[in-house]
């Protein structure tokens, strides 16, 4: 079956760091844009970053995390991770991973051709 996994989600002081897992299962996604997203309870999703395909080498961030978040990924392993420092109260959400062919408007978009299912992040103060 071909699907998005997330892992690495928990509980973290505020000031700490995780590190979330994306992995893909069922086929291989180097030639998809991967990203990540957010929902907090309440609110909207909110996009958080994204990486081009695996040729690209570009990434984006939503404001809120640049400077203490980073994306990347592993074609070889069939990942792509968020690293998380710096962790603050406001992050605190469910995180989700995504993927599509297309990285144009990432940020914008609503519909995925692959999305996961889902890993809890707690920031406490």
């Known amino acids: 079956q071909e699907q998005l996994v997330e892992s690495g989600g928990g509980l973290v002081q505020a000031g700490g760091s995780l590190r979330l897992v994306c992995t893909g299962y069922g086929r291989t996604f180097d030639n998809y844009a991967m990203g990540w997203f957010r929902q907090a309870p309440g609110k909207d999703r909110e996009f958080v970053a994204a990486?081009?395909?695996?040729?690209?080498?570009?990434?984006k961030y939503t404001d809120s995390v640049k400077g203490r978040f980073t994306i990347s990924r592993d074609d070889a392993k069939n990942e792509m991770y968020l690293q998380m420092n710096s962790l603050k109260p406001e992050d605190t959400a469910v995180y989700y991973c995504?993927?599509?062919?297309?990285?144009?408007?990432?940020?914008?978009?609503?519909?995925?051709?692959?999305w996961g299912q889902g890993t809890q992040v707690t920031v406490s103060s």
């Open positions: 990486i081009s395909w695996s040729g690209g080498g570009a990434t």
């Open positions: 995504s993927a599509d062919l297309n990285y144009s408007g990432y940020e914008e978009r609503v519909r995925f051709d692959y």
